[in-house]
């Protein structure tokens, strides 16, 4: 992909004409939350599903939960760990998850629960978390359960194999569609078993609940979250083209070169805009209005510029309109992209930079912490 002739030059970026996002498809101006919740969101979440992901079904006809103990608890002095397979049945078929748990032993409460959808490949040497990117540890000292789950038990992150999951086993019908479920939509559909258990684990708040994913997870969680109100905080790390960057800069990885490179991710319907950005009827602004009134946040990495940081942060002060136009909250992100030196923590929206590459650290996790703390009030 590094190969491949990208534009890192924001003097070349063409002038941006975005579809409004408060004009519904029959011409009529979105001014109330009746207007935004009962028409044009529901219009938004179809164009969505049917020219970008599409669907996370949510019909199946059984769900179970099962303890097992196959790996120790790598923090037994601070956490409860549980190892959790959920099984989902649909049409005399099956499909088994595993979700990994974590939950504070300090905590004599409900707390609440950080998922993080991990895209890597499961740790060869059998570790559970990884410094950084998953840091358990450091969630749990600030009083939140964290759990995880390797989207490759779902749905392999394989433009040969992807079908290999719950596509073939629960939802074949998806795969003939050309607007049908693929790989960020299977990776979705397990976000939200977890969610499942979550709502009946007594040791775990769901009402305060987080889901974060980085880069191609980070797509994911932003879809997941637009389709599933049940997320109280929708973060997204890094998530490029297709997440929270804006399509028509067609700065960094574009649309082509995403469907071309990674053609499982996405559904059929998407390669149509393949350098035809100009004539999606949405763009990533609009996927940011779709968690509202809920509580989001998007994060970049200055030497990142294949996932175009500035159309991150763009979309996101494109996006937080809906807070303030329709919701009446108050949210501001008024300094430009060149002039941001530090986060911005406040309820509803919220972004960071920081310097580096492409990667989940923990200083986005510290930042992240503070931000859920402000909107879900977790230190009261």
């Known amino acids: 992909m590094a190969q491949r002739t990208v534009n890192e030059d924001e003097s070349k970026v063409p002038p941006l004409i975005l579809p409004d996002p408060f004009i519904s498809e029959k011409g009529h101006l979105i001014k109330t939350i009746s207007d935004w919740e009962n028409t044009r969101k529901p219009e938004l979440i179809k164009?969505?599903?049917?020219?970008?992901?599409?669907?996370?079904?949510?019909?199946?006809?059984?769900?179970?939960?099962?303890?097992?103990?196959?790996?120790?608890?790598?923090?037994?002095?601070?956490?409860?760990?549980?190892?959790?397979?959920?099984?989902?049945?649909?049409?005399?078929?099956?499909?088994?998850?595993?979700?990994?748990?974590?939950?504070?032993?300090?905590?004599?409460?409900?707390?609440p629960i950080i998922l993080l959808i991990n895209h890597r490949p499961k740790y060869s040497d059998g570790r559970i978390a990884e410094e950084g990117y998953w840091p358990v540890e450091e969630l749990v000292k600030r009083g939140f359960a964290t759990a995880s789950f390797h989207g490759e038990t779902v749905a392999p992150d394989d433009a040969e194999t992807f079908s290999q999951g719950i596509l073939s086993k629960l939802y074949p019908?998806?795969?003939?569609?050309?607007?049908?479920?693929?790989?960020?939509?299977?990776?979705?559909?397990?976000?939200?078993?977890?969610m499942d258990y979550f709502e009946q684990e007594p040791l775990i708040d769901a009402k305060k609940s987080t889901i974060v994913g980085h880069s191609r997870s980070g797509k994911t969680a932003l879809?997941?979250?637009?389709?599933?109100?049940?997320?109280?905080?929708?973060?997204?790390?890094?998530?490029?083209?297709?997440?929270?960057?804006?399509?028509?800069?067609?700065?960094?990885?574009?649309?082509?070169?995403?469907?071309t490179s990674f053609p499982h991710w996405f559904n059929d319907n998407f390669k149509k805009y393949n350098d035809q950005e100009d004539s999606l009827p949405i763009d990533q602004h609009m996927l940011a209005m779709l968690v509202a009134p809920r509580a989001i946040y998007f994060s970049s990495a200055r030497e990142d510029l294949w996932a175009d940081p500035k159309g991150e942060y763009l979309s996101?002060?494109?996006?937080?309109?809906?807070?303030?136009?329709?919701?009446?909250?108050?949210?501001?992100?008024?300094?430009?992209?060149?002039?941001l030196h530090a986060?911005?923590?406040?309820?509803?929206?919220?972004?960071?930079?920081?310097?580096?590459?492409h990667g989940l650290t923990l200083e986005d996790w510290n930042h992240f912490m503070d931000f859920i703390d402000l909107n879900l009030e977790t230190k009261k």
């Open 223 to 259: 879809w997941t979250g637009a389709n599933d109100a049940r997320w109280a905080v929708v973060i997204g790390n890094e998530s490029g083209c297709g997440g929270a960057a804006i399509s028509r800069r067609k700065f960094g990885e574009t649309v082509k070169i995403i469907n």
């Open 316 to 339: 996101m002060q494109l996006g937080s309109r809906v807070y303030n136009d329709i919701y009446k909250k108050s949210v501001s992100f008024d300094s430009d992209f060149e002039d």
């Open 47 to 111: 164009l969505f599903t049917d020219d970008v992901y599409g669907p996370i079904p949510t019909d199946f006809d059984e769900i179970s939960f099962a303890e097992v103990s196959e790996n120790p608890n790598p923090f037994p002095e601070s956490t409860i760990f549980k190892e959790v397979d959920i099984t989902v049945f649909r049409n005399g078929n099956s499909h088994k998850m595993r979700l990994n748990v974590f939950i504070p032993k300090s905590s004599n409460q409900a707390v």
């Open 343 to 357: 986060p911005i923590i406040q309820e509803s929206a919220g972004y960071h930079i920081r310097n580096g590459k």
């Open 173 to 194: 019908e998806e795969l003939s569609k050309p607007n049908g479920m693929r790989t960020f939509g299977a990776w979705g559909w397990a976000s939200m078993r977890a």
